[in-house]
Structures are given as C-alpha cells and as structure tokens.
C-alpha cells in the first residue's frame, strides 16, 4: 500500500475547522462504507453508511468528513486501496489521507428479520480500536434509519454530547377515531378512505425525514438537477394509492368543477389513468375532491421512502411485470393498479410508469442546493410545472425515483396524469 500523498493533495482534503492553534477542540471523523454482511445488499449498506454520516453531521462535537471527500481519495488512490478494504490497517490510512482523527468501520448483518448494525471507532493515530457499538432492529429496510440514528446517538454520546432515545414509532390510530386522518404511524400498504375527501382510496406516509435526490451509491444515471442527495423531513400525508382515474375525473367533469379532459383514441377508459389533463386541470379536481397536488418531496417519500432506494421497489432493475414503460411496448397508458409487484414502500401504485404526475412545485434544476429541510414546497418562481415518475412511452431513465422532468403548465398530452395529497 502507498503510504504517502502529494503535498496539494493532502492539503486539499485536510480538515478545514481544525486551527494550528487548536482552538477548535471538536474531533474529526470519517466514515468508511459500511460492509454488507451475508443476504445484505451492498446498496442498503451504503445507504445506512450515508444516514449514519448524516448523524454524525448534525453533531456539534464532531467535525464530520463528508462522504463524497472521502470517496475521492479512495478513487485517487485505486491502484492501492481495493474496494475491500477491511483490515484496521488499510482503514487507519485512508483516514491519515482524510487527515482525519478517528475513523468509523463495520458491517451491517441480517439475522432472520433482524438487522444488525456494527461500528467500530478507531484511533487513526495509534490504530487502536477506541470503541465498539452494536445496535439490533427487528424491521424492515425502509426503518432501518432507526438503526443508524441508534448508532450516531451512541457514538455522538462517547463524544460528549447528550445521547437521546430514539423513540419507536407511534401506533395508527384506530379507524373512525378523531386523530385517524393524521396518522403518524400507518401499516404500510393499508388502504385509507379519509372522510370528506373524494376519489379513491389513499394511503399513509408518516411524518419524519428521507433521503432525496439521487443516491449515486445505487444509481449510476445521476442528473445535475437531482443533486446534491439531502435529508428532507415531513409532516404526515396521504396520498392517492393509485393516479387518478378518467372515471374519477368525469365525476368532477359532471359537478361542474372540472374543465373535460382532452380525449385520445384508446386512453378514455373508465378505470385508465386520466390524461389530456393540464396542471391547472390537475390542481382543480385536487381542490374538488378536497385534496391538493403532492409536493415533489411529497411525491418522491412516497414513491421511495426513506431510504434512497432508486425505485419504489427496491433497486431491483426495472423491468415490464413492476411497470409499464417503453420497453414493455403497450402503446398507451393500462388500467391503474396492475403492477403490485411494482408498490412503493407505503402501498402506492403505478408511482413508476403508466402515467407522468403533475407536482405542485415549479421547476428550478438547482432547487436542492438551497431548499429548506421542512416541508419544502419548491422554487418561488418560474414558468415550468414538474412531473414525476415517467411515463407508458418513456424509457427507464425516467422511471428512476429521482428523475424530474418539466413542462408548461398548459400542456395537454396523452402521456401526463396526477394523483392528489391530503393532510
């Protein structure tokens, strides 16, 4: 292994808070990809080694190297460091590379339904292991940010800052009880009919933060406008299970709230995605049915969750039996609901392919460089809408969670539908 690194080099990557006259009594830490143990997938693994990061960062204990920082020297250094590097020793020199004081190693195993998270701290100085860290959880890959947040409290802790609790999900409420329609901890994939609200059923995203944008780790066609990939947290909402229907629409048509949809041979069926539709037709039957047009963070949690999966279902390549995309050559949008195989982690339907959604948001391709953490609603100005989730003719690029696309808002095609959200 080369055990030196040119000067620019070593200047560039050292860590810009720690003063020559050591004012700043923070340590610095870096995490190395964490190691997919057994039936793990090394894209969850590095998905929990960037929440984990993410923990890390919020500490105000710790200078934390990013993770993109030290993915850089492990590339400049190929013909050195292979990618299994997984001795203390090989570990202990990426992070004198980082110039950083303690590294963060380990592994993430899964036993039955438990996953197991493993972290070791390690001295970059001596190469001592300072301290080791185990946490369980019997859940499912989406909750597995619970798992890191356990982790990153522990570890922040030996660092002196207060460790807090991570506290387990609330329970959903019963059916029918005066807090049902804000629930906050729903069974994944349980239909629900909010009262007051038309069109069909819904279900539940609850309230807390995901992994936005494009999870390069796990998707090699990253667009500019999808960066940088950032936690963004939540309220609770519901959102429409399935795009709504030409049926559902005609009934808003009927009311007279609702302006006819442009009509396409072979698209017009009662149970077909509606399309024809512009943005402003797609706000109005919203409004109508008591609802509202998802934010795109709204639209992108529940089409992924939280854990920067790159499709609703996973990471699994697309392929024609969990969406209707170009390659499936259907010519038209096909009746919702048909590609179960295809659900996103919360239940919802068809979020890829079949029809493009119409979001709230006006489109801004550097929007994530400055949107807020809470609740973003998108660029306070411009003249384009975003879609989201691809579309029957489009190809799997777009089919990807993390695609936007954009149009006007008047545009009326055979390829753009919507869905709605409720509080």
């Given at each position: 292994?080369k ?9 560039f990557f ?5 003063s ?17 143990v ?12 960037s ?5 890390l ?8 190297i990013?993770e ?8 400049r250094q ?16 990426i ?8 590294m963060?190693?380990g ?18 100085k ?16 989406d ?8 982790a ?9 800052e ?12 019963p ?10 901890g ?36 990253c ?7 950032h ?21 808003c ?6 302006r ?19 943005w402003?037709?797609?706000k109005?039957?919203c ?12 639209w ?5 969750g ?21 390659d ?34 006006r ?8 949107s807020?953490?809470?609740?973003p ?21 777009g ?10 808002p ?9 869905r709605?959200?409720?509080?």
């Amino acid at each position: 292994m080369k055990k030196t690194l040119g000067l620019s080099l070593i200047l560039f990557f050292a860590c810009p808070l720690l003063s020559a006259s050591g004012a700043d009594n923070r340590t610095s830490v870096a995490v190395y990809p964490l190691k997919a143990v057994g039936a793990v997938d090394k894209s969850l693994a590095a998905t929990v080694t960037s929440l984990l990061g993410y923990e890390l960062s919020q500490s105000p204990k710790l200078i934390y190297i990013r993770e993109d920082m030290l993915k850089t020297v492990m590339e400049r250094q190929a013909q050195n460091i292979s990618d299994a590097c997984d001795s203390t020793m090989c570990q202990v020199e990426i992070g004198k590379l980082v110039q950083c004081q303690k590294m963060v190693v380990g592994d993430l195993s899964k036993l039955g339904s438990l996953y197991i998270l493993t972290v070791n701290i390690i001295d970059v100085k001596t190469g001592a292991v300072e301290n080791t860290f185990k946490e369980k959880c019997a859940c499912s890959e989406d909750q597995l940010e619970q798992l890191a947040a356990a982790a990153g409290n522990k570890i922040r802790g030996y660092y002196g800052e207060s460790s807090l609790e991570v506290p387990p999900p609330p329970p959903a409420p019963p059916p029918g009880s005066p807090s049902s329609k804000k629930y906050q901890g729903p069974v994944q994939g349980q239909e629900y009919r909010p009262g007051g609200e038309k069109g069909g059923p819904m279900v539940v995203v609850p309230a807390g933060e995901f992994l936005m944008g494009c999870n390069d780790r796990v998707d090699d066609d990253c667009h500019d406008d999808e960066k940088p990939y950032h936690k963004v947290y939540l309220d609770a909402f519901h959102i429409d299970k399935l795009e709504v229907t030409q049926g559902d629409y005609d009934q808003c048509v009927s009311a007279g709230n609702c302006r006819d949809n442009k009509k396409y041979d072979g698209f017009t069926g009662a149970r077909q995605p509606v399309v024809g539709v512009d943005w402003n037709d797609a706000k109005s039957y919203c409004e109508w049915a008591g609802k509202r047009l998802p934010t795109e963070a709204q639209w992108e949690k529940a089409a992924r969750g939280t854990n920067g999966r790159k499709y609703p279902w996973g990471n699994q390549t697309i392929n024609c039996s969990l969406a209707n995309y170009s390659d499936c050559n259907k010519g038209k949008a096909v009746e919702v609901g048909g590609y179960a195989s295809g659900a996103s982690p919360y239940g919802a339907l068809d979020m890829m392919g079949n029809a493009w959604e119409w979001v709230a948001d006006r489109f801004d391709k550097g929007y994530y460089s400055s949107s807020p953490e809470r609740n973003p609603k998108g660029a306070s100005s411009g003249t384009s809408r975003v879609l989201r989730g691809g579309g029957w003719g489009g190809g799997s690029e777009g089919a990807r969670a993390a695609y936007r696309s954009y149009d006007v808002p008047a545009l009326q095609n055979n390829t753009h539908g919507f869905r709605c959200v409720g509080d």
